[in-house]
């Protein structure tokens, strides 16, 4: 495949990974911050973790069950981090939950696109 398409791809699934992952993780944050800052947040989250999951976990050369178990552990963990930190109220156990449910319905609409 060459580049050009695989970047024309991510980008598609980059903004359905975004669009299923705001409409969860928007609301669970409503206590948090105004609605701009929580979808900023959840921009950025995607911004940190996408294109790793994209272009640098497949360069390892993982079984399928290797990367997905990888991928969606960074995700979560990552992405967990990232809300601690931007949202300062947020508790961990929070900050974990909210980006659990929302990378487990974005990597359930992905599986189900297959």
């Not at 944050?29 to 973790?49: D, K, P």
Request: charged content about 10%; aromatic content about 10%; cysteine-free.
């Amino acid at each position: 495949m060459p580049q050009l398409s695989y970047v024309v791809l991510w980008s598609r699934v980059f903004v359905v990974t975004l669009l299923v992952e705001a409409v969860l993780a928007i609301p669970l944050l409503r206590r948090e911050a105004s609605v701009v800052r929580r979808a900023g947040g959840v921009l950025a989250a995607q911004l940190l973790t996408h294109p790793g999951v994209w272009f640098v976990l497949p360069a390892l050369g993982l079984t399928r069950l290797a990367y997905l178990t990888i991928a969606e552990a960074w995700a979560i963990a990552a992405e967990m981090a990232l809300y601690r930190l931007v949202f300062a109220e947020l508790s961990w156990s929070r900050a974990f939950g909210i980006s659990a449910l929302a990378n487990g319905a974005s990597l359930a609409a992905g599986m189900l696109a297959r």
